[in-house]
């Protein structure tokens, strides 16, 4: 026996992926307090890391805002539509925005961007798994 569709959860999830903005100012603090142990001068941990999970919230928020537009079991398709729209959309901003900080911001610390994105895409799965 099937079981029906559960209801569209789309105002927890857009109030969970704002409050992914504390987390964002946490890694921001952690690499500024990281700098300063490290004696990292120009700050370029920091930098780093901000900018890393920065990307990840951008391309995030992107992905909810197309994704979770529409709702309703009359336009399932138009549902999925959105999401597959919402991932391209998500990667290519997430590829022009790495391209832009790795081209234009100089000096940077490569490592810090890329590990201050993993620490918020985390983050954010662990949000969406606890929502389940």
Known sequence: MSRPAQRNKKSAIYQVQMRQIWVVLGVMIFGLVLSYVMADGDRLIAKGLSIGALIA???????????????????????????????????????????????????????????GYIILIISQNLVLIKMK
């Open 57 to 115: 919230f951008i391309g995030q928020l992107i992905f909810t805002r197309i994704a979770y537009h529409t709702v309703g079991a009359k336009h399932a398709r138009q549902i999925m539509l959105n999401t597959y729209l919402g991932f391209v959309i998500k990667w290519a901003t997430t590829l022009a925005l790495f391209a832009f900080v790795f081209l234009k911001i100089q000096p940077i610390s490569t490592v810090s961007v890329i590990i």
